[in-house]
């Protein structure tokens, strides 16, 4: 009988604290740290953090938190992840046309949701013709 080999995932998780401030130190003077956790090893601790509360790898954290008016939050594709992977979500329709962008969701037990963001919500609140990914 043949024997399957059963592959080990590598991890550079730490698990004290002093592996932590170290890990993030690292991060903190790499070349590869995202330029808002450039040199900021604290920060770098509390976004890994974060994103291990989220059920993210540190990295996925480093690429997917930001910092907004002083608040740490999870922005782009990694919100729309997290969402996708809870047990509830059913499903997500998004449409969009010059002016206006929609998102229906639905979660198991609760009706549909909808969310439209026109041009005008986009001026009020000062987004418009500014540079940045909703552009």
Request: charged share 25%; glycine share 8%.
């Given at each position: ?32 740290c995202p ?32 910092v907004i ?67």
């Open positions: 009988m043949t024997q399957l080999a059963v592959k080990q995932e590598f991890s550079l998780l730490p698990t004290t604290f002093e592996q932590a401030e170290k890990y993030a130190q690292m991060i903190a003077l790499s070349s590869f330029p808002s956790f450039k040199g900021n090893p604290g920060d770098v601790l509390i976004a890994v953090q974060m994103g291990n509360e989220l059920g993210l790898k540190p990295i996925q954290a480093l690429q997917n938190i930001a008016n002083g608040k740490p939050s999870i922005y782009g594709d990694a919100m729309l992840a997290l969402v996708k992977s809870h047990p509830d979500f059913e499903w997500l329709k998004e449409e969009g046309t010059e002016l206006e962008a929609t998102c229906i969701i639905k979660r198991r037990g609760e009706p549909e949701y909808k969310a439209v963001f026109t041009r005008k919500d986009a001026e009020t609140a000062g987004l418009w013709g500014k540079a940045g990914p909703w552009k």
